[in-house]
């Protein structure tokens, strides 16, 4: 144990001198300036002098087709794959419908029943017209009761008309089972065009709605070349020239990019489509969409990706001033053409 007088004269000064060289040593690096880290990739640098920046999202040349079911029913096939490569017409998913199969074979068999009623109908108003003209063919007309002869015209006008009638409910049977065989063509989803399958979100047993469903059951767009869609902000817009080039950068490596081809620009400023999801985003931005393609192949980009865009535009101090508005006319104010041109 230690005698009381030595921990009084040694060890006690000793730890207040440690305990206060510790407070200055945790004070000073407290206060010292952290180092700036280092980006894991350095952002892409735009390749023109006065530029407009943008977000560009990759999809399909033809745009991305969400493909929907005619008829609401029970998937009973799926005949493609993701990925997979399909020529316009290509069956995509079959809807089951024994049902409507089931009414086709019962319309199928009662076109025949129709059948054989206009056999019918020809051959008796085939009998009643030779009756009737080997009436007409006697010179005398004594030799036959008047009201026979009448008889013999009414039995030919009543069963043209049971033959016209027996035609009718055959031209009938038959549009009834066309009708069922439309109905069951319908079921089996076709592809609309050539290209390619992006998404498959139905499976064989799951149920498909006849309308605008929150997922897509499949997805198909025209791959082999690649459309970018670029949000130009509405500050920006009138700096904005058809035809200037554009090259787009893959995001996470400013090493991967390609020139694009200006395609077209879709005149009407649109509220900007949030890409984060977050409940406190700005919705009051608006921008400019315009089009621009490049071949498949030329940087790794997927359908869906973003990519950073830079267009060629002028500065804003090279674009001359509007010019000032014209002076009223007499009976209007000022107020009345403010902003136009002369």
Excluded: C
Excluded at 158 to 183: C, F, G, H, P
Excluded at 247 to 257: K, S, V, Y
Excluded at 295 to 301: K, L, V
């Amino acid at each position: 144990m230690i005698p009381s007088n030595v921990l009084l004269r040694f060890v006690v000064p000793i730890a207040s001198v440690a305990g206060l060289a510790f407070a200055i040593v945790m004070a000073t690096a407290a206060r010292r300036v952290p180092d700036a880290s280092e980006p894991l990739t350095q952002p892409a640098t735009a390749p023109f002098e006065s530029y407009i920046a943008g977000a560009g999202m990759v999809e399909a040349s033809s745009r991305n087709i969400e493909i929907g079911a005619p008829v609401s029913g029970i998937v009973e096939q799926v005949h493609v794959r993701v990925g997979e490569e399909i020529a316009a017409g290509a069956p995509l998913f079959k809807i089951e419908g024994r049902d409507i199969e089931a009414q086709l074979l019962a319309r199928k068999s009662a076109i025949g029943a129709y059948e054989a009623k206009v056999a019918e109908a020809e051959a008796i108003l085939g009998d009643y017209r030779s009756q009737l003209k080997n009436v007409e063919r006697i010179t005398d007309k004594r030799a036959l009761a008047a009201e026979e002869f009448e008889k013999r015209k009414a039995n030919v006008a009543i069963y043209s008309a049971k033959l016209t009638q027996a035609k009718a409910d055959l031209v009938n049977a038959r549009a009834q089972a066309d009708e069922s065989q439309v109905a069951i063509e319908r079921r089996l989803v076709r592809a609309p065009i050539s290209g390619q399958i992006l998404q498959v979100n139905v499976r064989p047993g799951e149920f498909a709605a006849a309308a605008k469903n929150s997922t897509a059951l499949m997805v198909i767009g025209e791959t082999k070349r690649l459309n970018v869609r670029v949000d130009i902000d509405e500050n920006d817009a009138w700096r904005f020239h058809a035809g200037e080039p554009a090259r787009a950068f893959i995001r996470g490596n400013r090493d991967l990019f390609t020139d694009l081809v200006f395609e077209t620009v879709e005149p009407y400023i649109r509220p900007k489509t949030s890409l984060t999801g977050a409940s406190n985003e700005r919705v009051d931005t608006r921008v400019l969409q315009v089009l621009y393609s490049f071949p498949r192949g030329a940087m790794p980009a997927f359908v869906g990706q973003q990519v950073e865009v830079f267009i060629h535009a002028p500065s804003r101090s090279s674009v001359p001033a509007t010019s000032e508005p014209r002076s009223a006319p007499p009976g209007k104010t000022s107020a009345g053409i403010a902003g136009s041109q002369p």
